[in-house]
């Protein structure tokens, strides 16, 4: 499914393991594991302000060719979103995830029309565009991320959007141990939307490993639902299939509908980079 609706980000050329990307009045160039194939541009014909190069241990830089701000705004639609690039290739924002804030955004609408004010649990919620979309639709969203500086910039995404403080809830924690005070607690939501980290260690030396851990994180959220209408994985973990994702939801949720998609971005040379996968339960 590609990503719909984008003004302000354009994909110009892909391949050579890398993606050239135009942020509004930026343009960056990024590795990205997927563009396997020959450069489909002269990448050295574009000026380019900055380009991401990975060191032997792993890490990188940005390599800068020309000024541009330490942050700036860009739009998706009505949203406004803030984009700083770090010092591991991101940029806060991961434009490709424009086709599950649509896909979601309209089923919260709907409920909104209805009257019924949808309860939203967020994990893994990182900078807060999704959070931002869906109570800005009009959900309720309890967002989670375990680093404080993704929480501090997703109540900046929020505010730029607009959003009522009464729509939102911001925690800083580990999302499993926090779904399991929430069990407790007899705290429940209507829906979940989580993407996990392929790995990742907790402030206590936790190990998370999406392969072995997924399914027991969705099986666990299960018990914080009620009246459920959605619940949405996504996934970045490279050999993880739309399949599996949505296998994992059929074997845990109530019966209902089950779709799994590939998360991909249109580029200017007219082919699409693939750049993970989602998987969507819905209630009937």
Request: proline share 5%; charged share 25%; glycine share 8%.
């Amino acid at each position: 499914m590609l990503a719909p609706d984008w003004i302000d980000y354009k994909i110009l050329g892909t391949g050579d393991g890398l993606k050239l990307e135009r942020w509004k009045d930026v343009v960056l160039l990024r590795p990205d594991p997927q563009a396997i194939w020959r450069a489909t541009v002269d990448y050295s014909s574009f000026d380019c302000h900055a380009r991401y190069e990975r060191d032997r241990s792993g890490g990188g830089k940005w390599i800068v060719y020309k000024k541009f701000p330490d942050e700036w705004k860009i739009s998706w639609r009505d949203l406004k979103f803030t984009v700083k690039p770090t010092g591991f290739k991101h940029t806060g924002l991961f434009p490709e995830q424009a086709v599950n804030w649509d896909k979601l955004s309209r089923i919260v609408s709907e409920q909104s029309e209805k009257g019924n004010k949808v309860r939203i649990l967020n994990l893994f919620a990182y900078t807060g565009a999704s959070t931002a979309a869906l109570a800005k639709s009009g959900a309720h969203v309890t967002h989670v991320d375990s680093a404080k500086g993704m929480v501090d910039r997703a109540m900046q995404n929020c505010k730029l959007n607009g959003v009522n403080e009464r729509d939102l809830r911001f925690i800083i924690d580990d999302c499993k141990k926090f779904v399991m005070r929430e069990i407790k607690r007899g705290k429940t939501y209507n829906a979940v939307v989580m993407d996990p980290p392929s790995y990742g260690r907790g402030a206590n030396g936790e190990v998370w490993k999406m392969e072995d851990d997924i399914y027991g994180l969705v099986d666990l959220c299960k018990n914080v639902l009620q009246d459920p209408i959605f619940f949405l994985i996504n996934s970045y973990t490279t050999g993880l299939q739309p399949q599996t994702i949505s296998n994992i939801l059929s074997l845990t949720m109530p019966k209902g509908s089950v779709e799994g998609y590939e998360v991909c971005l249109p580029t200017e040379c007219e082919i699409a980079l693939p750049c993970g996968c989602s998987g969507l339960w819905r209630c009937q």
